[in-house]
T-cell receptor, first 112, second 113 residues
Framework: KAGVTQTPRYLIKTRGQQVTLSCSPISGHRSVSWYQQTPGQGLQFLFEYFSETQRNKGNFPGRFSGRQFSNSRSEMNVSTLELGDSALYLCASRPRGDYGYTFGSGTRLTVV | TQLLEQSPQFLSIQEGENLTVYCNSSSVFSSLQWYRQEPGEGPVLLVT?????EVKKLKRLTFQFGDARKDSSLHITAAQPGDTGLYLC?????????????FGRGTSLIVHP
């Protein structure tokens, strides 16, 4: 059974640019969540999607957005990148009725 | 906002030693998870506990959920270098079918051969 796949693994962007990260959940998992992980703040919740609808959103500025497609694949977008957006972005999926996430390996974003 | 405090923050021990990591909150959780994360990778789920007082064992790892479902502990017996990693606890409440856990900052464990 394939795990959660995130692409790309690494990204280097310049301040002011925008970036799109992709996530393919485990087949059959309709709930997809995104987290930002930094050494200073740990894992911070960004969004949760279920059946193409954003069900919850964390406390992040509007520059952070996302969407989910009919096949449950998800993307997140960060516009007008800032140095502080440098982080490991993690996508996770879980089956309905289960509490534990399966995480992808993450996308390491560096903003210079 | 539910806050999860993990202690200790760092732990450096020798192979064969025992250790306990704690996860505490003032909030009551529907469930609590423990994850282990290695550098450059995503967290890997170790266990989910849902019942107050519940104890689960995974080989040399023992997980306990507090009676009031506000705290948890992870005990490792005879630690091995392969146990090295960042241990994260996460707790949350179910709301309308949604479950958004809050993560603790983690305990960074190094086991020296």
């Amino acid at each position: 059974k394939a795990g959660v796949t995130q692409t790309p693994r690494y990204l280097i962007k310049t301040r002011g640019q925008q970036v799109t990260l992709s996530c393919s959940p485990i087949s059959g998992h309709r709930s997809v969540s995104w987290y930002q992980q930094t050494p200073g703040q740990g894992l911070q919740f960004l969004f949760e999607y279920f059946s193409e609808t954003q069900r919850n959103k964390g406390n992040f500025p509007g520059r952070f957005s996302g969407r989910q497609f009919s096949n449950s694949r998800s993307e997140m977008n960060v516009s007008t990148l800032e140095l502080g957006d440098s982080a490991l972005y993690l996508c996770a999926s879980r089956p309905r009725g289960d509490y534990g996430y399966t995480f992808g390996s993450g996308t390491r974003l560096t903003v210079v | 906002t539910q806050l999860l405090e993990q202690s200790p923050q760092f732990l450096s021990i020798q192979e064969g030693e025992n250790l306990t990591v704690y996860c505490n909150s003032s909030s009551v959780f529907s469930s609590l998870q423990w994850y282990r994360q290695e550098p450059g990778e995503g967290p890997v789920l170790l266990v989910t506990v849902v019942t107050g007082g519940e104890v689960k064992k995974l080989k040399r790892l023992t997980f306990q959920f507090g009676d009031a479902r506000k705290d948890s502990s992870l005990h490792i017996t005879a630690a091995q270098p392969g146990d090295t990693g960042l241990y994260l606890c996460a707790g949350g409440k179910v709301s309308g079918g949604s479950y958004i856990p809050t993560f603790g900052r983690g305990t960074s464990l190094i086991v020296h051969p």
